[in-house]
């Protein structure tokens, strides 16, 4: 495979260390920029709770967010949104209630929550912990907006959402929220460990991926992603090569091409330079 033409990166516990954008990630991301490589943000979080600076043209070109429902220039108007509508929020929640649920509903820079939420903020380390994950990027007071109830929230016009999160009291509830939820047929599920992360059905990180790919004519082989999570499987059937952090989940150690200790030093190698063929340790 020669050089790279676009190069995808799944946040939490991939490109951010700690939930914090490294030196090491900016200059990593503004060389292959410079190199004429598009880079590309694939995370779960809505635009809202994207990091400032992973807006900037200068370091990236374009956003995946919500798990693949909107792909959006780093600035401008979305080209992708797959959302959805007010009937498929309250299938959801009429799920949810058999599980006794709580819900996070993603919209544009938004997330909206039930007045009866607690509103708090918890330190993590940044990992995939989608407990913490939602207490952190949901449950924060910068980017939420707080509704009386969802029945009033379901009458507004533009109620609609890109990405649901609920959590339930165990994780068996949760499971069977997410198995619910598939079974329904509107809906794609995933998430882990008292979160399950719901979008419309068919929507994915691959899914957008590809839909960007074609609309840029970047062919499959000089595409590289990088991820650590089951939710970043779904790049590896659009990407040439994939590249998992070395403290990935067990799905994504699986199915890599390749294991990094350094995500910033394995992407300038495999993007600036001739690589080969065959899973490696980098």
Not at 87 to 113: K, P, Q
Not at 230 to 240: K, V
Not at 261 to 270: H, T, V, W
Request: some cysteine; proline content about 4%.
């Amino acid at each position: 495979m020669t050089s790279a033409g676009m190069a995808v990166f799944d946040l939490d516990g991939t490109l951010l260390v700690h939930g914090a954008l490294t030196g090491e990630a900016i200059r990593m991301l503004r060389t292959l920029r410079q190199s004429g490589v598009r880079v590309v943000i694939a995370t779960g979080r809505h635009r809202g709770t994207v990091p400032l600076r992973l807006k900037s043209p200068r370091l990236v070109d374009y956003l995946i967010c919500s798990n693949g429902a909107v792909v959006t220039p780093a600035r401008g108007e979305p080209l992708l949104e797959r959302t959805l509508d007010r009937a498929d929020i309250a299938a959801l929640m009429t799920l949810g209630s058999r599980c006794e649920g709580r819900y996070a509903v993603s919209v544009g820079r938004s997330t909206f929550l039930s007045r009866r939420e607690p509103l708090r903020r918890r330190k993590t380390d940044g990992g995939s912990d989608t407990k913490k994950y939602f207490w952190r990027y949901y449950m924060y007071p910068l980017h939420s907006r707080m509704v009386d109830s969802w029945d009033a929230f379901l009458q507004r016009p533009d109620a609609k959402a890109e990405k649901v999160v609920c959590t339930c009291p165990d994780v068996d509830a949760d499971m069977v929220l997410r198995s619910l939820a598939e079974a329904d047929g509107r809906f794609t599920a995933t998430g882990s460990n008292q979160a399950a992360e719901i979008t419309a059905r068919g929507v994915s990180k691959g899914s957008a991926l590809l839909f960007l790919a074609q609309r840029l004519g970047i062919p499959r082989e000089a595409i590289v992603a990088f991820g650590n999570d089951d939710n970043d499987l779904a790049l590896r059937e659009y990407a040439g090569r994939f590249v998992a952090a070395r403290d990935s989940s067990p799905a994504a150690l699986e199915a890599a091409d390749q294991v990094a200790d350094s995500i910033p030093a394995a992407a300038l190698r495999l993007c600036l330079e001739e690589t080969g063929k065959g899973a490696t340790s980098l």
